[in-house]
Every structure is written in C-alpha cells, then in structure tokens.
C-alpha cells in the first residue's frame, strides 16, 4: 500500500513537472514529409529555432511521403487532432484550399497579420508564390521547399558520344541516337512524368493545362491537354521509346537509379536531386542544364513551374501558439535557412535574399549551373498558362495520367488515344471535386 | 422430454450474451458505416456531404478499368494461393524427411514469415530492379528483358512472386504439422503393400491432408484478396498502366491518396460483399471434398 502511494506520489509530481515545462513554452505541432538528409536538416532547423526562443517549442515530427502526411493530417483534421502546421506538396493545394473556404485552414497572410510580423510578399520570388496565392494575390501557405525540373546530363557519356548538352527537343533526340551508338544502355528517362512532361512541358510552351487559367480562376475548370503539342511530344517520347534511346524507369524517382549508374545520360526531373547527386555520383562528370525547347511550338521558352511543399496552418489551436507558428515562418524564410536549404538540398531558394546570399558567398563558382532553376522559374513573367495549376483531385489525376502514360510507353495506346482518355478520365474527377466543394 | 433451462432471472441471460452482442456489433457498426458513406460524397476535410443515392456504385460499374481489376484480383489471388500452398507442400515432405539438423531446415524455412509483407515487396522489387537488380541482371543474361516498370505482366508476376514467398513459411508450418500427425502405420502398411512412395502421397498423405489444405486455402486467399495490399502499394503502386491495381488497393487509392471516402467506401462494400460469396461458396462447396 506504502509502495502504491509513493509511486502515486512520484507520477504526480513528474506529470505536475512536465506540465510546467510545457507551460513556460508554447509547443507547436509541424508534421512533414521530408525524409533522409532533408529531414535532418528540418530538425535541425526546428533545433535551432527551438534553441533561440525562450516562448516557444516547434516539435518537427516526420508523418511519411508527403501523401502519407497529407492524408494523416486531414484523418487528424476530422478527428479534433490536427497540428498547427503541416506540409503539404503542391497538388495538394486546390484541397486545401476549398477547406480553407471552409475555414480549415488560418492564411499565412492573415497570420502574419495578426501576429503583427510585417509580412513582405515581394521578397519572394514571383514563380514561386503565385502557385500559392489566391484571387486578391494573398499568400495562403508558406512555400517550404519548391523545385522545377531540370534536364540532368552525364558529361563524360556526352563528351564519348561528341554530342553537346542538348538545348531543344530534336537535339536531346539526336544526342540519345548518338549516346544509343557509343554503347549507353537507357540514353534518355525521366521520373514525375506528368509533372516533367506535361505540366512543366506546358507551361515551358505557354500552353494551358486546362481551362480557367489553370483552375486558378474557378472549379470549372477543364483539362486541355489534350492539344497537339502535347499530343507531338508524346508520340515523340514514345517512338524514342521503340527504337530503345528512350527507356522507361518508373513513375517517381525511381530511374534515378539509371542517372546515378551511368546507363541514361541525359534526365529530367527534379532540380533537388543535387544534394544526393553531389555525395553519389563519384565516377562521372554530371550537370544541369534548362528544360529542351520544343522548337516547333515556340520560339523562346517561358518559364516552368514548381513542385515541392508548402506550410500550411491549421485552424483549432491557441493564440499564443499561432504566434509560435508565425515567428518561426518567418525564422525559415530568412536568408541564411534559405540559402543552406538551397546549397544543401538542390531546392530554389524561395526568396531574391537567399539568392544574394549564395551568390555572395560564391556557392554557384564551387557548384556551377546550381542556380538553373531559379533562372528557368524567373525567366520571364508567369503568365496565366505558367503560374503554375489548381485542379481539384489532382493527386488522383496524375495517377490517371501515369497510367495513360505508361499505356502509351508500353505500346499498348498511341498518344492521341491516351491523352484524350487521361482528359476525358481528368475532367470526370474535376466535375466530382466541384461538385463535393461547391 | 426436452430439458429446458430456466434462468430465475430475466437479465441474466442477456448478460450472459452480451459479450457476443459486443463483438458483433463492433464488427458491424463499421460495416454499417461504410454502407452509409457509400450512398454520399464528402469533401476531404469533412464539412458537407452530399446524398447521390447509387451514384458511386454505377461510377465504378461504367469504369471499364474498375471491372478489370476484378479480373487482376482473381489472377492475383489465386496464383499466390497456387504458388505459396504447392511450394510449402512440397517444402514440408521434404522436411518432414529430413533426419538430421530437422530443426536447423524448419527455423530457415519459417524465417520468411517475420517479414512484414512491405519488406517482402521492397526486398523483391531491389532485386528485380531492372538498373540495379541482381535477378534481373541473371534474366538479362539468359535474354529477359526485365523491366516491370513498363511490362504489365511482369509487374504482376513480381508482386505475386513476392507475396508467395512470404505466405510459404505459413503454410509450411500447417502442412508440416498436418504430416506429422499422419499415422506412421498407415504409411508402413502401404509400404509392405507395394505402395510407391508417389502413390503413398496421393493415396494417403495427400487425403489426410485436405482439412489442413482446405484452411490454408481460406487464410491464403484471403491474404492475397486483402493483406497484400502493403505490398502493392510499396512496390508497384497497382502499375504500369493498372496491370497490378488490385481491388483492395484501390479502396485505398480511392479513399487515402484521393480523398474520395464516397467511392472508397462502395469500394469496401462490394469487397465485402466477395468475401462474403467467397467464403459461402468455400464452405459450401469446397468443404464437401474434405476428409475429417
């Protein structure tokens, strides 16, 4: 009986110590998806954060890919537990979005507001926010880590084939005949397929994905893609794929694997895999350079769009801890984060200040061509068909294209037949958002 | 005479049933709701739901790669089912007859079970991967070409390669319990009767066999209908195209990546109106063949 008591008393007294603790220090939720090296370096920015304030207490936790993460905060949404912030990937906006009609989610501007942080929009680069704004240009999430796809290449397979980094679609077809000749298994891959080479591919052409400029004006929006460009550079993807300079490797990352052992020389997708190139590929010379031009669409590229994540918060929670949630926004965005997250990681530094930063510390003379993607979202101003994309269901609808897609690489359809299915199949998942968020 | 027993009690026997009346209704009420769910469409966050009656049953009806996923389903479910119960049997007479280090062979051959189903499938589709794979290396030298990020068949061949691998050591520990408890007389009498050792499994063991096959026969196609989807989805996430897109991955695909909890829980319903055919027409049917 003594023992119960004592025990009693002990847990009492460490629940009473814990609950102090947790008092001196308002403690914010921030679930995300940034797995490996990424995710060591949001600990170590919540670290640092942690360390530096005296009121508040940022617990990063990591929730799985950013599907996962998505789809646990929404569960938690429903369930009373949500965290203040979560992150969320690009496709992910128009859901959060219409939740926010529903007042599921607090605004990064109106945070910022009321927690008097005078908030400069301007500071951020214009390709990277205008994906998050909504109609009156307010920023709803907070852009996190925002990569665009970028053309990978192997120098020295390029050098033994004497060809040079090509820069428009006839010549990466060229280059992939020559790189086929001189003995490269899988010249020419990509991964994100629909991001690389049909939203990027799209907006890099000025030609619109869908109708109501890209989604952003109104849920009525209807998928377009299904034009002759789009259409052309399909096929042209596909017949590469018959005489073998153009080989298949999954619908994520998973050809990297090809890039990383030297069997595919030239590789489109993400800007953010410099981090993990820099440390693996030991044996060959590798670069970035800006997406191929399709010379009979256009003349002169636009710009592409982005991928990547933003912050967004989450209504239900104490004042006191939105406060947290806006100092440490703004602690992530200040240049230096910014500019180690660019340097570390491959991602664009989201704001002009970070930039400077990495250009004044000299980081593109050690690491030449880093800054690519910065220079293609930049390159000129977003117009409504580049500003990036806002369909509903649009996690599902690029599962329907990877599907149309793989249908066409296998033989099975021709790229007219499959792009005007995945339109047709799009805009059915389109007319049920709108119909469930109206 | 009947006996009857008479409770002095009117609440007694309710209470004595009411542990029962528990489980049933926990294991109805989510089937009750998933019935619910199916006749609306909700919004991912929850605020409104619309009633559209069978809306979401005709959707996936008027879905031609809907009704193709039954047929994946039915390939997928009963190769495994082959795969993992012929491989075990035979691994199980084989180690039924081992004399020396018996124990040694029959930890090895359970090993497998410890792994999770997603592991199963990661550790299957590294080696099969067409970059960087060992296996696909050896096809690629004996003239396959492997590459089940494009070739449907080959993706579902892997994923029902991988999930029998990892039911084998199940079913191998059932088989080899069943033939350890085959009388040894039995075996012996046949033997002085001329009886081969061929004719002595399918005469004998084989027979006595069959309540242990016929339950192994339930769990596995009931592993390969439902389990298996951990380990579709880490691997070819129901690719290329929809060659591998299973019925319960797509309740998942429906209802988890694309926040379509209407269409997700019609999904779940009609899965649960299969296994409940299923599992009548087992028992029904297929019970009459088996020897107590």
Redesign the interface.
């Known amino acids: 009986m003594n023992m119960k008591n004592t025990f009693a008393a002990a847990a009492a007294a460490s629940v009473a110590a814990s609950s102090a603790f947790a008092a001196d220090k308002a403690e914010v939720q921030f679930w995300h998806a940034m797995g490996g090296q990424l995710g060591e370096i949001v600990d170590k920015f919540a670290a640092d954060y942690n360390a530096g304030s005296d009121s508040c207490q940022i617990n990063a936790v990591y929730k799985g890919n950013y599907?996962e993460n998505m789809?646990a905060a929404?569960a938690a949404?429903?369930a009373g537990e949500q965290p203040h912030v979560v992150q969320v990937f690009e496709v992910g906006t128009a859901?959060m979005m219409?939740?926010g009609d529903?007042?599921?989610i607090y605004p990064v501007y109106k945070l910022m507001q009321d927690a008097g942080i005078d908030f400069d929009q301007s500071a951020y680069l214009p390709a990277v926010i205008s994906y998050y704004t909504d109609t009156d240009n307010n920023l709803l999430s907070l852009p996190f880590n925002s990569s665009t796809p970028v053309l990978w290449y192997n120098k020295d397979a390029l050098d033994k084939a004497g060809v040079a980094v090509p820069t428009t679609w006839d010549e990466v077809e060229a280059a992939a005949k020559a790189l086929k000749a001189s003995g490269v298994a899988?010249p020419f891959s990509f991964g994100w397929q629909s991001w690389s080479n049909i939203e990027n591919y799209s907006a890099w052409h000025n030609i619109p994905l869908g109708t109501e400029e890209n989604g952003f004006a109104s849920l009525k929006t209807e998928f377009t893609f299904n034009n002759e460009a789009v259409v052309n550079h399909i096929q042209r993807i596909a017949d590469m794929g018959k005489d073998g300079t153009f080989?298949?490797?999954?619908?994520r990352g998973?050809?990297r694997?090809?890039f990383v052992?030297g069997?595919t020389a030239l590789w489109i997708n993400s800007s953010a895999y410099y981090g993990g190139f820099k440390k693996d590929i030991k044996d060959f010379e590798f670069g970035q350079t800006m997406l191929p031009l399709d010379t009979a669409v256009a003349d002169a590229p636009q710009n592409s769009i982005i991928g990547g994540a933003t912050l967004w918060v989450l209504n239900g929670h104490e004042k006191p801890e939105y406060a947290c949630v806006a100092d440490f926004f703004q602690f992530v965005s200040a240049a230096d984060q910014q500019a180690y997250w660019h340097q570390n990681t491959g991602y664009v530094p989201i704001t002009t200040a970070a930039y400077d930063v990495s250009k004044e510390q000299g980081f593109y003379n050690t690491d030449p061509m880093t800054d690519t993607a910065i220079k293609q979202l930049s390159l000129n101003a977003p117009t409504p068909a580049s500003k990036g994309l806002r369909f509903g269901?649009f996690?599902?609808i690029r599962?329907i294209i990877?599907?149309?897609l793989?249908?066409v690489?296998?033989g099975?359809k021709d790229a007219q037949t499959a792009m005007d299915a995945a339109v047709e199949r799009g805009n059915a998942?389109l007319r049920?958002f709108e119909?469930?968020?109206d | 005479m009947q006996k009857r027993v008479v409770f002095r009690s009117r609440l007694l026997p309710y209470l004595l049933v009411l542990p029962q009346i528990a489980i049933t209704v926990i294991f109805f009420w989510p089937s009750y709701q998933a019935i619910e769910s199916s006749f609306f469409?909700?919004?991912?966050?929850?605020?409104?739901r619309?009633w559209v009656a069978l809306d979401n049953y005709t959707e996936l009806f008027d879905d031609p790669?809907y009704l193709k996923s039954f047929r994946t389903t039915l390939i997928f479910g009963v190769s495994v089912a082959f795969l993992a119960m012929s491989i075990s049997l035979g691994l199980a007479v084989a180690a039924n007859r081992v004399v020396k280090a018996a124990t040694g062979y029959r930890t090895l051959l359970i090993w497998p079970y410890a792994v999770a189903p997603a592991l199963a499938g990661v550790i299957w589709y590294f080696l099969m991967?067409?970059?960087?794979g060992i296996v696909s290396y050896w096809l690629k030298g004996v003239g396959v070409d492997w590459?089940h990020?494009?070739?449907?068949d080959q993706a579902l061949l892997l994923v029902i390669v991988a999930a029998a691998w990892k039911q084998v050591s199940y079913n191998f520990l059932f088989f080899l319990a069943g033939l350890q408890s085959i009388p040894k007389s039995m075996l012996e009498a046949a033997a002085i009767d001329r009886a081969g050792p061929v004719r002595r499994f399918w005469t004998i063991v084989f027979p006595l066999l069959t309540p242990t096959t016929f339950f192994l026969l339930v769990v596995n196609l009931v592993y390969a209908f439902f389990d298996t989807f951990a380990l579709i989805h880490a691997t070819t996430?129901?690719?290329?195209?929809?060659a591998t897109s299973v019925l319960v991955f797509r309740v998942y695909?429906?209802g988890?990546?694309?926040?379509?909890y209407g269409s997700s829980a019609a999904q779940s319903v009609i899965l649960m109106g299969l296994v409940i055919a299923m599992t009548f027409v087992q028992f029904r049917y297929v019970e009459r063949k088996v020897q107590y």
Not at chain 2, 256 to 260: A, L, M, R, S
């Open positions: 599907t789809t929404i949404f429903r859901t219409a939740a529903k007042g599921a899988k080989v298949y490797g999954g619908r998973d050809s694997g090809q052992n069997e269901n996690v599902q599962d990877n599907e149309e793989e249908a690489w296998s099975e998942l049920k119909k469930a968020n | 469409i909700e919004d991912a966050f929850g605020f409104s619309e790669g991967n067409p970059s960087l590459n990020y494009l070739n449907g996430e129901g690719g290329p195209v929809d695909n429906t988890f990546i694309g926040q379509d």
